[in-house]
């Protein structure tokens, strides 16, 4: 499926399951399911269109909230290594919505990353949090890894 993002060439194969893609973040093929493909897509626009660095990016990362497990579909570090950013995929067939939001926000409640972005791959949304004036802006693009 065609995203609103650049096209990147994959590491797709077939199995006993069905595609596969393989995730350079986690190191392994995973499930080529259509979130797994924005995953894929957002992460190498990330690497190479904003430079990010892919040393301080984690996908599925696990947290616990209110004794649940959870799992964040990607962090970004700081250098210091405090989460700044963290990523909410949806499939492209699924609308952004505010209970997406809820989710990313039930997720931030954990790490109080300073940058939250939804997107099902044709959208994205990127917001600023401001914990002094505890506010929050949404910003009209995703910055630079430099720039956060």
């Not at 596969?20 to 924005?38: H, Q, Y």
């Not at 963290?86 to 952004?96: D, G, L």
Request: charged letters at 20%.
């Amino acid at each position: 499926m065609r995203l609103n993002l650049p096209e990147y060439d994959f590491n797709i194969k077939k199995n006993d399951a069905g595609l596969v893609i393989f995730d350079d973040l986690r190191k392994k093929f995973v499930a080529l399911t259509p979130e797994e493909w924005v995953r894929q897509h957002f992460v190498k626009y990330l690497i190479s269109e904003r430079l990010f660095p892919a040393a301080l990016m984690g996908n599925e990362v696990s947290l616990t909230q209110n004794g649940i497990k959870r799992r964040c579909d990607t962090v970004v570090a700081a250098r210091d290594g405090s989460p700044l950013v963290i990523v909410e995929y949806k499939a492209p067939s699924i609308n952004i919505t505010q209970a997406t939001f809820d989710q990313i926000v039930r997720y931030n409640m954990v790490l109080h990353a300073r940058y939250l972005i939804v997107s099902n791959g044709l959208t994205h949304y990127c917001c600023r949090i401001d914990y002094e004036n505890n506010s929050y802006q949404f910003l009209p693009d995703i910055p630079a890894y430099s720039a956060l």
